[in-house]
């Protein structure tokens, strides 16, 4: 389950200086919300709220929702895990290749899992498999990169209505292509949209995710939550900043432009093939030698984490990915690979 995901940097004896490994982009200034923990630290000594009622009223706000559309969860990972506890013993697909633990969580609560590899389009009438009853889909998609178009998946859940559809858009911040809004996947009866603020934010370790969907929807999770499942710490965190956001936030578009520099620096080393991404993160094939070697020689050698991608439903020891991080570790990164490649 867990194991085999990126940020493994506890496996090398060398230190790792340049993580690229987790899609976690770690140059946010949390020197404010530090701040304001410590100020907090000692509510550690009182139970948080049974549910967190209070950031939820808060991201509804944001997202112009009632509260009972709004869900807030330990992290996407404990939403994705009690939708498929909500939701047990039912025929489910996977849009892979994609996060393994939307299969896991599936296959522990019964679902019966099937894999599909593209969305049905408009010549075969938008319509999914007729046994199929949840669909999940990542958007951005992990590992790939890749975004639905927003128009094919209106038409998908139109023309679906027995499926429920869970969109993970926990990359959603790091793309600019259109994706459904909080409001517009409430508005559906049957769309559970997931939202990381740990990707957002840059905390892994706070675990804070939410989901937003029509209220009847949302009061069927809510019924298979854990008590205090989200600690104090954490609500404390999400309101803090749904606030005040955090110091000099990320430019996107300046990121997206970096992450474009470097696939075309990895594409003009030759020996590797790079996925198209519409996000921060990409995926690169070799066309010699595998994945792991390669990792292992980065780690080793140089200080510099990637993740092997062989795992994901669908590719092979070839594959690796990565996620952008600044210009001169993209540069490190760069060379490092070019070294490998030399020395292979």
């Known amino acids: ?136 889909l990542c958007n951005p998609n992990n590992p790939t990169g890749t975004v639905a178009e927003k128009e094919q998946l209106t038409a998908l859940v139109r023309h679906n209505p027995q499926v429920c559809f869970v969109i993970d858009q926990s990359y959603e911040y790091f793309t600019l292509r259109p994706l459904f809004s909080a409001a517009e996947a409430a508005a559906f009866p049957n769309v559970l949209l997931l939202h990381s603020m740990t990707k957002r934010y840059a905390v892994p370790g706070l675990r804070l995710g939410y989901v937003t969907g029509a209220p009847h929807l949302l009061h069927r999770l809510r019924t298979n939550r854990m008590p205090w499942s989200v600690n104090r710490l954490a609500i ?27 696939h075309r620096a990895l594409e003009a080393l030759g020996g590797m093939d790079v996925w198209a991404t519409e996000t921060h993160f990409m995926l690169v094939c070799l066309r010699m030698g595998k994945a792991s070697a390669l990792k292992e020689y980065l780690a080793e050698k140089h200080g510099i984490l990637i993740r092997d991608a062989s795992n994901f439903e669908g590719l092979n020891e070839h594959f690796f990915r990565i996620a952008t991080q600044s210009r001169e570790e993209n540069d490190r990164l760069v060379r490092a690979i070019g070294q490998w490649f030399e020395e292979e």
């Not at 009182?46 to 112009?64: D, G, K, N, V, W």
């Not at 900043?241 to 470097?262: G, I, M, N, T």
């Open 236 to 262: 404390e965190a999400g309101l803090h900043l749904l606030e005040h956001d955090v110091p000099h936030p990320l430019d996107v578009e300046d990121y997206l432009q970096e992450a474009s520099r470097l």
């Open 1 to 136: 389950m867990i194991e085999g995901h990126g940020d493994d940097s506890y496996k090398y004896s060398r230190p790792i200086t340049a993580d690229f490994s987790s899609n976690v982009y770690n140059k946010v200034d949390l020197s404010v919300l530090k701040a304001h923990l410590r100020a907090r630290i000692d509510s550690i000594g009182s139970y948080p709220e049974p549910e967190p009622y209070t950031l939820e009223a808060c991201i509804a706000r944001r997202h112009h929702l009632p509260a009972e559309a709004v869900c807030v969860t330990n992290g996407a990972t404990e939403a994705i895990y009690l939708t498929a506890q909500t939701f047990r013993g039912t025929n489910t697909a996977i849009v892979q290749p994609t996060f393994s633990e939307y299969a896991d969580a599936c296959r522990i609560h019964g679902h019966r899992v099937t894999s599909l590899y593209r969305l049905p389009a408009e010549n075969e009438g938008y319509l999914l498999p007729e046994k199929i009853r949840m669909l999940w």
